[in-house]
């Protein structure tokens, strides 16, 4: 079975899928959609696959079985209806929403349509993380006790990014946290309480940006969690890990976007033990690992892994955060 797929939006992070899609055997990857006509071109062709500059129009026409979702996403709810109206699977990147309001929207038209809805969170795919979390499942480390997930590192969005953009701006508490978050929840399952603080150092004159945040949480199980992320620090790193009540692990690394080793002691373990991976590689295999998760569920006509309600839950934590 071969899903044809298209992408809409053309910046950075569709063209991380866009060789991703390209290089699957069960996609056939074709067509690219952006309001910027050249931006548009350049990555359908070097993806081998026509360009579009209005998604309503690729929908129609396009022949689609899934879209993958790579824009802003203050203009989420509206590709999502559209996609949903015209019957397509959809692939979306987080965060889900900017505001509340549009996230709870965007899960109506989905559990309305019953149409296939995968969020995009690649760090449970990363197989650093996948290891981490099978020490859990496996009760290597007994029950979580504290739950942490942080990044930092030099991010400070570009003149013209659209982060800076007073209508689509949300900051680093709904655009990067939005990861952080769902390991959390991934890891020590449903959050119940949260309490944190957010700043902004770099652009005061918007206000619905911020480039740093840290808060402290309470998991429904018990246990307790901390998440941090920053844009504003010269050094980077990217860390998550369980203490847990009879061991625990640790996954990390010195760039904020990678992670190449896991650290763990259990009980048994007379000293601390580590696992090595290439950092590329890991990171690489969170985007090629979700877009296997997507397609075998699409094949199987089960709900993908990662559903709606998980992109959901990461936005209102974050607002919840930036409102406590």
Known sequence: ???????????????????????????????????????????ATAAEAESYTDYRTLFREGGLDAVYIATPPGIHLDIVRAAAHNGIAIFCEKPL??????????????????????????SRFAEPCRRMREFLADGDIGDPITVFSTRAGHGEPEEEDWRLDP???CGVSIESASHNIDMLRWLGGEIESVSGRTANATHPEIESFDDNMLATVTFEQGAIGLLQNSWTSRVEYLRHGVIGTEGAVLVEGDEWWRLDRLTYATETDDYPRTIAFDAETA???????????????????RS????????????????????S
């Open 1 to 43: 079975m071969t899903i044809v797929a298209g992408i809409v939006g053309a910046g950075r992070i569709a063209r991380v899928h866009a060789e991703v899609l390209y290089d699957h055997e069960a996609i056939a990857l074709e067509a690219i959609c952006d309001v910027h006509t050249q931006r548009a071109r350049a990555l």
């Open 97 to 122: 929403a900017r505001t509340v309001a549009n996230g709870q929207a965007i899960r109506e038209v989905i559990e309305d349509q019953d149409v296939p809805f995968m969020m995009g969170f690649p």
């Open 167 to 169: 209508e689509q701006a």
């Open 283 to 301: 990171t690489g295999m969170g985007y090629s690992g979700e877009t296997d998760a997507f397609i075998e569920s699409l094949s199987a006509d």
């Open 304 to 323: 993908p892994p990662v559903t709606v309600y998980d992109g959901l839950r990461a936005v209102e934590i974050s607002h919840a955060i930036s409102g």
